[in-house]
């Protein structure tokens, strides 16, 4: 392996990857928080329960994607470098690069959700959401 570059582009960086069955599994424990990294917006239609929202990127346009600059600090107040928690987005392709930055920045036992968020609601291990009024 060559060095771990802290460059943001990720490619250097091991990323351990769980797929929804074993994310549930961690989340059922209680012992794994989440790290939903979508906009906000999307977000709001829909997440995992007790998942705190860190947005990957600010804007997502057909022109091209504005990273957040501050996406690592702003999970670093969230955070603690060693402690549990799964990255997930939509889809998994945002979230592998959202963990990597996380993983290059020091964070040590951080996992990326396989397939992000749909794969989530399709796993036959989720508990299906029930309307919350809070």
């Given at each position: 392996m060559g060095s771990l570059r802290s460059s943001g582009s990720g490619a250097a960086v091991p990323v351990e990857s769980v797929d929804p069955e074993a994310a549930c599994a961690l989340l059922a424990s209680g012992q794994?928080?989440?790290?939903?990294?979508?906009?906000?917006?999307?977000?709001?239609?829909?997440?995992?329960?007790?998942?705190r929202n860190v947005p990957y990127y600010l804007s997502v346009t057909p022109h091209g994607k504005e990273h957040n600059p501050h996406f690592v600090d702003q999970v670093a107040a969230l955070h603690?470098?060693?402690?549990?928690?799964?990255?997930?987005?939509?889809?998994?392709?945002?979230?592998?690069?959202?963990?990597?930055?996380?993983?290059?920045?020091?964070?040590?036992?951080v996992k990326n959700l396989e397939g992000g968020y749909l794969s989530l609601l399709k796993s036959a291990s989720y508990p299906q959401p029930t309307a919350s009024h809070h």
């Open positions: 794994y928080g989440y790290v939903d990294v979508r906009m906000w917006e999307d977000f709001d239609k829909g997440h995992v329960a007790g998942a603690a470098k060693e402690d549990r928690f799964l990255v997930g987005c939509r889809s998994g392709i945002r979230s592998r690069l959202a963990t990597a930055d996380l993983v290059a920045a020091g964070f040590t036992s």
